[in-house]
């Protein structure tokens, strides 16, 4: 999201973690800027029953939770590693710093704050008013438009556990949506890869 170029100008601690590590939690006040260098990092809810619910997932070189920063709020959700990861940390007010310093870092910014809130309003509307395979379907063709490989066949990296707690669909329903929709041709299957 940032270069690393630009970033380590304004002295943000690198922090390591294990899998499955908190890095904050839902309820916690946004103090620091967060950026994925290698590993994977998932926002998430917890209903009463223990359940998760995947807000979003994030790999190399993306940031995380960074709408509260902006209006001095509470993370709605919680931020856990998916793995082993490295991140950036930096503080608030450093990060206002640099954006006002680099106008193109935050025009970059606001792009994809701008691409967030309209992915949770595609995932909303798919939520509430649409089958398991069209969840599905609609969710892939995101992927590709997002890692711009809209004209060739594009890996899914999630399992299908993690396509369940994002969409909302008990993973038995996913896995058999899955083979409906390799049977009928729409994605493919190698092995336990899904390619769209």
């Known amino acids: 999201m940032i270069p690393s170029d630009i970033i380590e100008q304004y002295s943000p601690s690198k922090i390591e973690l294990a899998k499955d590590t908190f890095i904050f939690q839902e309820g916690d006040q946004a103090r620091f800027y967060y950026q994925i260098i290698s590993g994977g990092v998932k926002m998430i ?8 619910f995947v807000q979003g997932t994030f790999q190399d070189e993306q ?9 001095d709020a509470r993370y709605p959700a919680s931020a856990k590693t998916e793995k082993a990861s490295i991140l950036y940390k930096l503080g608030k007010e450093k ?22 809130l309209m992915y949770k309003s595609m995932i909303m509307k798919e939520i509430s008013s649409h089958d398991a395979r069209h969840r599905l379907l609609t ?3 995101h992927l590709k438009a997002e890692y711009g490989q ?3 066949p594009f ?6 556990q993690q396509l369940s707690n994002l969409l909302g669909i ?12 390799a049977d ?4 493919k299957l190698e092995g336990r890869k899904i390619l769209r």
């Open 155 to 160: 890996h899914i990296k999630l399992t299908r």
């Open 184 to 187: 009928s041709g729409e994605i």
């Open 63 to 71: 940031s995380f939770g960074e709408p509260p920063l902006f209006h």
């Open 139 to 141: 969710f892939f063709d």
């Open 150 to 152: 809209v004209n060739t």
């Open 170 to 181: 008990r993973v038995e329903t996913v896995i058999r949506t899955v083979k409906t929709l």
């Open 45 to 52: 809810n917890i209903n009463e029953e223990g359940k998760e």
């Open 95 to 116: 990060l206002f710093l640099l954006l006002k310093e680099y106008p193109e870092v935050h025009l970059t910014f606001t792009s994809m704050l701008s691409k967030r």
